[in-house]
Nanobody
Framework: QVRLVESGGGLVQAGGSLRLSCAAS????????MGWFRQAPGKEREFVAR????????YIINSVKGRFTISRDNAKRMVSLQMSSLKPEDTAVYYC??????????????????????WGQGTQVTVSS
């Protein structure tokens, strides 16, 4: 079992930055790939980013690539999402998630929320215009 708790959300003006953090407890943190999803009101939960167990491989969706960075610190049992140049359309509840290292890196598989085993409670990010 893995428990994930997000923090760092808040209110920010367009163009600003936020850093989201996710603290893990339970099973060995490095045994899992980690990811971030987001969900805006009335919309489906959207995949944002994934990072491998070692941190050497990442995938970030095109709409945030160049603005968002995913990283992990296995010693601290944390994964982070650094967000910059924020836009109003980034407003959403952001969730961290954990998946087995065996999860395929194919886009249809890893962007499907059903394939991720553990989830945090979410943290709200609101970007004002």
């Amino acid at each position: 079992q893995v428990r994930l708790v997000e923090s760092g959300g808040g209110l920010v003006q367009a163009g600003g930055s936020l850093r989201l953090s996710c603290a893990a407890s339970g099973d060995t943190f490095s045994n899992y790939n980690m990811g971030w999803f987001r969900q805006a009101p009335g919309k489906e939960r959207e995949f944002v980013a994934r990072i491998s167990w070692s941190g050497d491989s990442t995938y970030i969706i095109n709409s945030v690539k160049g603005r968002f960075t995913i990283s992990r610190d296995n010693a601290k049992r944390m994964v982070s999402l650094q967000m910059s140049s924020l836009k109003p359309e980034d407003t959403a509840v952001y969730y961290c998630a954990a998946a087995p290292t065996t999860m395929s890196w194919s886009i249809p598989t890893m962007t499907n929320s059903q394939g991720w085993k553990y989830w945090g409670q979410g943290t709200q990010v609101t970007v004002s215009s």
